[in-house]
Nanobody
Framework: EVQLTESGGGLVQPGGSLRLSCAASGFIFSNYAMSWVRQAPGKGLEWVSRINNLGESTTYADSVKGRFTISRDNAKKKVYLQMNSLKPEDTAVYYC?????????WGQGTQVTVSS
């Protein structure tokens, strides 16, 4: 069974940090580019960051560039999102997403709330 399971969300004050993790199982993780996508309350999906299958290349949305860092550990079948200098507008459900050729998978999401 394919699973992507996010963890690490929570409530944090503005300026704080969180590290999200996404654990994969049931597919060949090292074949898949992985992304983080978020959905703020009442809004559509927003792509946040992507890392290629070997971890050699990363890209970021302008809204998070310089504050967020994506990484992966293929041996552990995990992808991470280190989020620093968090802002209230970063409040959203964060999903991890894997894609390879015509195959793609979504996690169930983890809530991040940035509020004082």
């Amino acid at each position: 069974e394919v699973q992507l399971t996010e963890s690490g969300g929570g409530l944090v004050q503005p300026g704080g940090s969180l590290r999200l993790s996404c654990a994969a199982s049931g597919f060949i993780f090292s074949n898949y580019a992985m992304s983080w996508v978020r959905q703020a309350p009442g809004k559509g999906l927003e792509w946040v960051s992507r890392i290629n299958n070997l971890g050699e290349s990363t890209t970021y949305a302008d809204s998070v560039k310089g504050r967020f860092t994506i990484s992966r550990d293929n041996a552990k079948k995990k992808v991470y999102l280190q989020m620093n200098s968090l802002k209230p507008e970063d409040t959203a459900v964060y999903y991890c997403y894997g894609a390879f050729s015509s195959s793609s998978y979504w996690g169930q999401g983890t809530q991040v709330t940035v509020s004082s």
